[in-house]
């Protein structure tokens, strides 16, 4: 088995020099850098991963705490995963996945244990009680969402109050008489996650800005039976020539079922009323027909997640000018928008 001893004999160099261009951590001319990097490739050396972590005492492992609660869009929450494991292992650390129904005994049983290094987490509450938990641990911890208290965590988001605004601000610039929001279903409403407050806030302060009509519909769940039941509240006011009507549809999961519910009504989208979701542009794209969408930006908010954390483990000092950053929303109108008249 090739050994990096015998990597530092191929390339006239110390042991340490081996280590040193496989780990970052030294300062490292690129003539010498040049020849032990040939020297792996030519001898096909692969750093045995046990030896590694015993010599850094690190795992190389970043515990990701993801949403399997009842509910949870997988598929939005897939392109984190991808791009967080990514991430990881172009900085040669692998991930460890644990569900968020272990709570704050979860966190820290990936921290005493030594299971890994570092960890993400993932669908904050607006009061979580793994806060002052993974405040405390002895590990680095990054949140995706922002807490109402992130004690002093790095958090790293979607500006969920920017895009309530930018729904409702294109809705009123197009002329729409009256704006309904198909909110979350109850039990994330129940849940209290911290970014719902924050869409729903930013849509009623712009539509109150504009003096637009505006009401909030929270549909029973994500079923086409909930969309059915949410539309016929929100159009129940309507009735013919009762103006431009915008909805905004901030759960992915609630698109397609709203915008099939409105086709079986006779509705057309983008021809008798506005549709815009929250949502992956791939989910936009590939609804029918494809909606016009603020996009989530998953992973611009889980690469900037991911720069911070391994800037945190590695004891960098981190450039930002708070412990929030918060990634702007992108609008692309598609076929669900009303032209502007």
Do not use: W
């Amino acid at each position: 088995m090739v050994t990096s001893r015998d990597v530092a004999r191929l390339a006239g160099v110390s042991q340490s020099t081996v280590s040193y261009v496989m780990s970052g951590r030294r300062s490292i001319s690129p003539e010498t850098r040049r020849r032990v990097e040939e020297a792996i490739e030519t001898l096909g050396f692969q750093p045995n991963a046990g030896a590694r972590a015993l010599a850094s005492q690190r795992s190389q492992v970043i515990g990701l705490v993801v949403p399997f609660a009842p509910g949870a869009d997988m598929t939005g929450v897939l392109p984190f995963i991808e791009t967080i494991t990514k991430c990881a292992r172009e900085e040669d650390h692998n991930v460890i996945l644990a569900t968020e129904d272990e709570g704050a005994e979860g966190l820290t049983r990936l921290s005493d244990q030594s299971l890994c290094d570092a960890i993400v987490l993932m669908e904050v509450g607006s009061k979580d009680p793994r806060i002052p938990v993974a405040a405390g641990l002895s590990v680095p911890v990054i949140l995706i969402g922002v807490p109402d208290d992130p004690a002093g965590l790095y958090c790293v988001d979607l500006d969920y109050t920017l895009a309530g605004r930018m729904a409702v601000d294109e809705l009123a610039a197009s002329a729409h008489d009256r704006v309904v929001l198909l909110g979350y279903p109850r039990d994330v409403m129940a849940r209290d996650v911290n970014f719902v407050r924050r869409f729903l806030r930013g849509a009623e302060e712009s539509a109150a800005e504009h003096g637009i009509a505006y009401a909030e519909v929270s549909p029973p769940d994500t079923s086409r039976a909930g969309a059915e039941s949410a539309l016929d509240e929100a159009l129940a006011e309507q009735g013919p020539g009762g103006g431009r009507l915008g909805l905004v549809v901030p759960d992915p999961q609630l698109i397609q079922p709203t915008l099939q519910s409105l086709l079986d009504r006779g509705l057309v989208p983008g021809r008798d009323l506005s549709v815009i979701g929250l949502c992956t542009d791939r989910t936009a794209e590939t609804s029918t027909p494809p909606v016009t969408n603020l996009s989530l930006e998953p992973r611009d908010v889980s690469r900037r997640a991911m720069r911070i954390l391994f800037r945190l483990l590695n004891r960098e000092s981190v450039s930002t000018t708070s412990t929030v950053e918060l990634v702007t929303p992108r609008l692309t109108l598609r076929q669900t928008s009303l032209p502007v008249r």
